[in-house]
C-alpha cells in the first residue's frame, strides 16, 4: 500500500513537472499580489515543492473548489481568513495572532519621535480592526484579540504630548447607515476614511462626522473589486465591492499622484489611491500648514481630503523608506505629525524604529 502510495505521489510529481513546461511558467499572480517561484528559482530541493504548488495548472480554479468544499462542509475559517455573514470577509487576529511585543515597541518608539521633535500636533490613529466593529457579521466563537485592553494600553504608554485617536464610536455610528469596511479586503471604505478625517482634523463629534460622511459627495470609480482576503478563500459567490472615489480638488498640479487609473484595471484596485505604498510621498495642497504622515496603505484613500486642509504633505510608508528621519523633520518644519495604522498592522510592522534613528 505504501508503494502505491509513493507511486501515486510520485506520478503526480511528475505530471506536474511535464505540465509546467508544456503549458508555461507564470511569474506573477495577479490575484495574490506577489511573485511566483519558477524554476529558475530553484536553489534548493526545498524550492522545489514551492515550484510545484505555485505552477501547478490551474491553481486558482482548484483552490477555489478545495474552499468551496471546506465551507459545504461548515468551516468558517480557511487559509487564517473568517467567513462571516452578508459576504464580510475577516483577516484572522486572535490575542495569540496580535504581535503584543512588538505592539509596546512601537508605542515606545514614537513617544522617542515625540520626544525629539517638537510639532504643534501630534496625533496617533490606531485605526480599529474590522471584527471589533463588525463582531455581528463573524462566525460564531470566533476568537479575535482584545482591543478594548489594546486601546488602554496606548493611552496609558503615550505621552502627553500624544493624542490618541480612538475612532470606534464614530464607526459603530457609522455602520448603522454606510459600509465602513470592504467585505472583500482588509481595508476601510472611503466614506470611514472621510469621517475619521472630519472627527480627527476638523475637530467634529461623532455624529456630525458620520452626518458628514454619509452625505459626503462621491463617484464609484469601480463596482468589481474583489480584495486581498478574497484572493486567500476563491469563494465565487458573485459578492464584489464597489470602491468611491472623493470629489474634491486637491490642488495637486499632477492628478496622477492622488489617483492611478491605470490601477482600475489590475487586480489590485485599491492602489488606485496614490498607486499603491510608496517609501516617500510629497503632495503640494490648498490649505495651510505642513504634514507628516507615517502610514500604512489604510491612510492612502484619505490622503486627498488631507490636500485640502494643508499647503504640503510628505508622507511616509516606512517599510519602503530607508532615509534620514533627522534630516527630514529638520527641513521639513511640520506642524502636525499623523501617524495613522490599522492596529493589527501596528502590531506586525517592525520599521517604526526608524522613527528614532538618527
Known sequence: MKKLYFG???GLMVLGGISIFATGQKTFSENENRYLKTVSSISSTSDVESVLADQFPLRDQWLSLASSMRYACLSREINDTYIGTDGYLFDKCSEGDFNLR???????FINKFADAYSVNDFDVVLVPSPYTILSDYLPGNAPVYDADAKYQLAQQTLNDSVVLQDLRSTFQLLTNSTQVYYRTDHHWTTRAAYAAFRKIIDGRSDAKAVEDAINADMTTVTDRFHGTLYSRVLLRNGIYDAIEAPVVSSGQSDSDILYDNAKLDTKDKYAYFLGGNIGRLDIDGTGDGNLLLVK???ANCMVPYLAQKYKHITILDLRYFNENIAQLMNEGHFDRV????????FADDANLFKLSRK
Do not use: P
Request: charged share 15%.
Open 8 to 10: 501515486l505521489f510520485l
Open 102 to 108: 512588538q505592539y509596546k515597541n512601537n508605542l515606545a
Open 296 to 298: 500604512d496603505s489604510f
Open 338 to 345: 499623523m501617524v495613522l495604522y490599522e492596529m493589527s498592522n
